[in-house]
């Protein structure tokens, strides 16, 4: 016999608002981290010598894991496709779209 009942909570009032857990803790430090701006340029010579050394493997490892999954797309009357970024970057404007492309690769 289960000391669990099936369908109840354990925990019916939730997390209480406010409270972060351990990993929203160590984006902050994270963040915290890389807004330092001698972080950022030791981050950029440590990704060049990475990129440099295996450009597949650099953009397999690195860069892959930090696109979106998933993207708008919007087919303009024409029939050509147009990506649009999900992703704008803080303080910056957007970037500009990607060239439209037609259906079947053209």
Do not use: C, H, Y
Request: no cysteine; proline share 8%.
């Amino acid at each position: 016999m289960s000391r669990f009942k099936a369908g109840v909570s354990g925990n019916s009032a939730g997390r209480p608002r406010g409270s972060v857990g351990g990993r929203m803790l160590a984006l902050r430090s994270l963040d915290k981290l890389l807004s330092r701006r001698k972080n950022q340029e030791a981050l950029i010579a440590a990704l060049e010598v990475e990129l440099l050394e295996n450009p597949v493997r650099f953009f397999k490892t690195i860069v892959m894991p930090l696109l979106p999954t998933s993207a708008k797309v919007s087919v303009a009357p024409t029939g050509l496709v147009q990506w649009k970024s999900l992703v704008g970057i803080s303080g910056a404007a957007a970037p500009a779209p990607a060239a439209a492309v037609e259906p079947g690769g053209g």
